[in-house]
Each structure stands twice: as C-alpha cells, then as structure tokens.
C-alpha cells in the first residue's frame, strides 16, 4: 500500500473531488462515519451492542479534522450517546465544511464548550467521566508544537481511563514525518482516511497511534495508485506477492545456493545464526566461509551447510579473495559482513568482490564498517551484481560521516538518497525498517516490535536477505521480504514472550512459520 504526506493526501482528495465529483463534504461524512464504526465496534467488543446513554468526549480544532470530529459527535448524539464537544477555537473561527458541520452539530439541540486555559476544572472533570474519547484537534495540517493550553489539555486526555480514538492522525504527531514536539494524543486506534501517512510509521509516530485502520472513505482505489506516490508500507498483500514459486519437483540445486562470508573469534555465533536464518529462508545450499580458527565452531553450529575454512586464522584478509572467488562460482548470491571483525587487509577484499564479482551481494555490519573507511569503493560500477546494504543507525552514520541523531532524524530522506547515490538497495534498520530502491522507492515495515532490538537479530537478517536473493528474488523484493518476515517472526514471538526475552536464534527458526502465515494470508487475499 502507498504511503503520503499530507500534501499527496490533499491532492489525491482534490482529484476525487475534481474529476470523480465527490463532494468534499461526502468525504467528510464518510471520514467520521468510519469513526463512528470504529466506536460501535469497540463497544461491541466490551459486549455493549447499544451505546446508548454512554459517554463520550470530542475534542474539536478548527481546521477540517475538527470538522469530521463534529461529524462524529452528531452521529454519537443520533445513537444517543452522551456527548460532550470542546472546541478548542471559537465557533466564528470555523469555515467551509468544518463551520457547516458545527451549525449541523447544533441542528441536533446537543451543546458545545470553547475551552479556554482558565477552566480546565470543567474539561477534567468530562474528561474523567467519558468512556470514549474522540481526537479531531489536529489532522494533516498540523506542524510543530502543540500550542501550550492544548498540550496541557492533551496531557489530562493521556491520563484519562477512557478510551481514546484519533481522527487521521493523534494531534501533535505531523502527518509528513512522525515528529512529536512535546507531546501529542496517545491513541488507542487511530482511524486514517484513503492512504496512510508517512507519520503513522515514521518518528514517534508509531507510538502514539495505537492501532491504524485506513478507510478509503469512497475514494475510488485507482486515485490511490498514483505513480508519483514512491512510498509504500509493507503489507501482506504486497509482501506475498514477492514470494517466489517453489516447484513441486524442485530440488536443492534450483533453490539457490548461497555463500556467507561471515565470522572471527568471539563472534562465531553471528556466522552462525545468518547461516541458520539462510536456511530457515529456504536456501538450497549454503557455504559459509569463515576463518580457520573458528570453522569447526561454525560447522557444528550449521550442520546443514558446507564450511571452508578461510586461510587465515583469525580474521580473514587478502588471502581469502582467492576462496571467495573460487566459491562464488556456481553461487546465485552473496553475503558478506556478519561477526567478520573490521581487519583493514580485508577491505582490498571488498573492493574487489564489488568490483568483479556480479552476483547479487548483501554488505553487513563489519563489512559496511570497512567500508565506512573508503566509502568510494560503492562507486566503483564495472561488472558488479546488486547489491543490498544492511546498516543500522550507527553503521549508516559512519556510512554518511552524519551522527546518529542526524540519521534518526532523517530516515527515510537519508535512506533514498543513499540509495539512489550507491546504486544499491538501503536497508536502514531500526524501529520501522527502511527498503530504500536505487530507483527512488521506499518501503517502510511495520512488523516486528521491541524485541527485536537484542544481539544477532542482524545476523538473522542478513542470512534471510541472502537466501531470498539466492532463491532468484529481485534485491529489492528479497530485502523486503527478509525484512518483513523477519519482523513477523519477532511478533509470533512476542506472543508468548511479550516485547523481550527471546533470542536471534529463535527468530531464525520462527522464520518458516511467519514465511508460512504469510502465504496463507496471500493466499486468502487478506491484509491489504
Ligand atoms: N481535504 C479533504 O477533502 C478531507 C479532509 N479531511 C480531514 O481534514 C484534515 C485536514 O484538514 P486541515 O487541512 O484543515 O488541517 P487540520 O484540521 O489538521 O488543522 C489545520 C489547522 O491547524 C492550524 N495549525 C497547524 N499547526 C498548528 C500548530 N502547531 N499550532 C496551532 N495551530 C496549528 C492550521 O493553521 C490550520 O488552521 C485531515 O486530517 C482529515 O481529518 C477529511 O474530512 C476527509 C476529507
Ligand atoms: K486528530
């Protein structure tokens, strides 16, 4: 599914209601009709078919997200709920669609607040009464700080019992970027209309949103296939569509065979989890190749596959251009960088594996580390295969010659034009993942939760990148799909763990179940 800012939103809207002819009020309705459906269905859920006479609180900015909140509170008064509406602006200040909506909202006989910093008394005391809490403060056009009275007023709503929904977007969150300036709304769900919006899944973003439902609120479906729109969320849908077919008569050597370049002492274990994960991932063969002195480490951790001791004892360097070359040979993809350590005489290595070896290449951890010390070997483009690099925050810094905090505050920006400079896909890894294309696309990834951030989930990772190329998957589809089903893997897991506790292992051997819940999710047409 495509995701926007809120400009991309706005156009696509005023294209419906330019050439489909929707009229924007419809739109409207059909927002806090989706709202309203949400409500019911969470009272359903707690056993309560008819919400009559219960209460709830909408919170109402001036702009058109407080419009559907006024929307909203007119259907909830129809139900015969008890509904208390606070505009946060004077009635005179309301226009268009927004000011039509109150005077229909009046229509009803119910009443309206204006909240004012000097009678919060009165806000508090509604706001401890209500089961249900309806955020139309600020949508898509918010940015920046919430004004002063508001966050106050926002910080009363995040202690309040009730349960709070979000119109679009929680207030205080910019709809572009996820940016939280102080505080914002912290929602429970959060009901979005046509698109997601980068906000939902960038910055903080995800963390105030709760729960997201994207209603399409009658927008026809081919406006929201706009070729303009290079953003996309990772789905089910888009993700199994990535998978590739496996023959019924298919034997190992069809499934791809795969060589790991990973491993030093003390870090045998980051070989051996990628080397797991590549064949949870359904590689054909794997060989891994890792220093003399730990490959019998390796080869016991990985039974499966094929280990060559590399010619140095320690750390591999120069000499082991030779074997790789040599091993590449009759390989479909490549992987180098896991628990490889950061010897300096191994980066003539890399410089020459991206230079003349075309398989399909993934560059991870100490491998990007090298690289980091002469980042213009990435420029280098004769005869080299795709490749796929793998940082996380700290490695994309050094990458970048940025600070952490300058990569954090710039994800998806950082991770295109990377991409698109490198001619390679970016995976910058962190909360949301990103799979950034050389061609300017972007996907963002959803799954995957807190318990990821434990050591060698990376290993994991990269081993499941290089079994997707393997297996004959473009670079950019084979960096999505590890990357998403790596995630799942970690929320199955977090259903009988919660959000730490388990291992990168475990997530290695939870990779065919996610790979498998997935296909039937493809299969049945679900997600979206
Ligand atoms: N355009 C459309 O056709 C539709 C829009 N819809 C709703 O409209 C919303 C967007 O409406 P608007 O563009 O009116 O924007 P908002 O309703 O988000 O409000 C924008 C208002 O807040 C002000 N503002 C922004 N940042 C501020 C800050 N830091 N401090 C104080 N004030 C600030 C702006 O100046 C503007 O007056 C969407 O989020 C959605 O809820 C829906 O009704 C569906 C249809
Ligand atoms: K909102």
Redo the contacts with the bound molecule.
Sequence with gaps: MRVVN?EQM?QI?ERA?QDYGIP?LL??EN?ALAVVREIRAHFAGMGVLDPKGHKAVILV????????GLAVARHLVLLGMGVTVFLFSPPEDFRG??ALNLRLYQGTGAKFFVVRGDRQHLTRLALNQAEVIVD?I??????????TFIREYVEQVNQAAAWVIS???PSGVE?GSGNVSGTAVRAEETVT?GLPKLGHYLGEGPDFRGELVVDP?SIPETYFESEAIANFVLTDRLVSSFLPRRLRQGHKGQHGRGILVAGSPGMSGAAILAGRAALRTGVGLLQIIAPRQISPLVDEGVVEATVWAGPEEEYLGLDSWTRIRERCQGAQALAVGPGLGQNPEFLPVLEKVLQSISLPLVLDADALNLVAAAPDILAGRQGHGSRILTPHPGEMARLCRLTVAEVQANRLELAISKAVEWEATVVLKGATTVVAAPDGRAFLNPSGNPGLGAGGTGDVLTGSILAWLAQGVDPVEAACLGVYIHGKAGDLLAQTYGFSGYTAGEVADMLPRARRALEESGRGGGGN
Excluded: C, Q, W
């Design positions: 809120s706005r809207e209601i924007s739109l409207m927002a900015g001036k702009g058109n997200n407080g419009g559907d669609d927004a139309a600020y949508g898509t056009g918010f940015r920046g700080a919430l004004p119109v679009d977007i709809a209309f609120i």
